[in-house]
């Protein structure tokens, strides 16, 4: 991500290389009685992502740490397994995930696991979008979680511009829903902006062809960003640059809804990403600008501990207060 890794991106002949970076069935936690108790977070939302390892964690952290935001995404599964968080949080015991799963309801927070990342390849390496989506499936369901976030970074694939990276993605979203049903499980896909720039160098459509065909069946999009989205007028009305039409409100003015268009940054100006930084309280002015032209999506961060309740007060302050 940033690209979510993992989330933002820089252009390679001025095309992408991904930024969130990963460093390298019998339903748990009584899933299914629990999934009734499910429920979709409506907008505005606050997510989180977390794939750094930290000294002493015993899986996720308590609910307190993170109050302000309403979905922590665990990073990554791949398609070889879990890793990292995804890992971390299938070796801590049942009755740890158990107690920290309610923990997470009670505070209102999902609990959800990002696939992919900047480590993956699905389309280039020729996965089968279908078994793959099944697998994933398979492993939410086991490990009793609230969802799914698609972080799709394979760039290789989105830049030859012939539709096999659309098509995977349409084949693997269509896929997960047989599985995860849409109402009772979280399906978000976490998308460059760029890849919804009006651009001949996207002339298969990349996430605005996305978008149109199965864009029903995803609840919202953690957008991530890059050098053009620095200023409250590029990130949300004006991109320009290399990626034009790719703001927030142009993106919506190209038919994404735009309840969907969670805007996306890292935490740091440096660690978390190559590019896209904006600071908390410079943010929390352009979240006030975004709401107030009809906007409530929400925000999305990486990664934790880098941002934490103190760091989402302060994004939330001036327009959603926590």
């Known amino acids: 991500m940033f ?15 991904g930024v969130l970076s990963a460093p390298m069935c019998e339903l748990g936690l009584n899933a299914r009685s629990s999934i009734e108790k499910r429920s979709i977070p409506s907008a505005p939302r606050w997510v989180i992502y977390s794939d750094k390892w930290v000294s002493g964690e015993n899986g996720p952290p308590a609910a307190s740490e993170i109050a302000g935001f309403n979905v922590f995404a665990l990073s990554f599964l791949l398609i070889s397994g879990a890793a990292d968080q995804a890992l971390e949080w299938t070796e801590i015991s049942d009755s740890d995930r158990s107690a920290l799963k309610s923990q997470y309801s009670a505070a209102g927070i999902s609990l959800i696991v990002s696939a992919f990342g900047a480590t993956d390849q699905p389309t280039t390496s020729g996965a089968d979008a279908a078994s793959t989506a099944n697998t994933m499936a398979a492993w939410v369901k086991q490990y009793g979680l609230d969802g ?4 799709y970074e394979d760039f290789t694939a ?8 659309e098509a995977w993605l349409a084949t693997f979203t ?17 998308p460059v902006a760029p890849w919804f720039s009006v651009n001949n ?8 062809k996305v978008d149109e065909t199965v864009g029903d069946l995803i609840d919202w999009y953690n957008v991530q960003g890059t050098t053009e989205y620095t200023t409250c007028d590029s990130l949300l009305n004006t991109s320009g640059g290399d990626w034009p039409q790719s703001s927030v409100f142009e993106i919506a003015a190209a038919g994404v809804d735009l309840d969907k268009l969670v805007i996306g940054k890292p935490a740091q100006s440096a660690g978390d990403a190559n590019s896209g930084y904006i600071a908390p309280d410079t943010l929390a002015t352009c979240v006030s600008q975004a709401k107030a032209k009809g906007w409530d999506a929400g925000v999305m961060v990486w990664e934790f501990p880098d941002a934490a309740s103190s760091w989402i ?10």
């Open 201 to 208: 160098l996207f002339a298969a459509g990349a996430y605005l």
């Open 3 to 17: 690209a979510l890794s993992c989330l933002f991106v820089l252009s390679s002949m001025l095309l992408f290389q």
């Open 148 to 151: 799914l976030d698609v972080d």
């Open 158 to 165: 989105m830049d030859k511009s012939d539709g096999s990276a």
């Open 174 to 190: 269509k896929q997960i829903r047989t599985q995860l049903p849409q109402g009772q499980f979280i399906l978000t896909h976490a």
């Open 313 to 322: 007060a302060t994004v939330r302050s001036a327009a959603f207060p926590v």
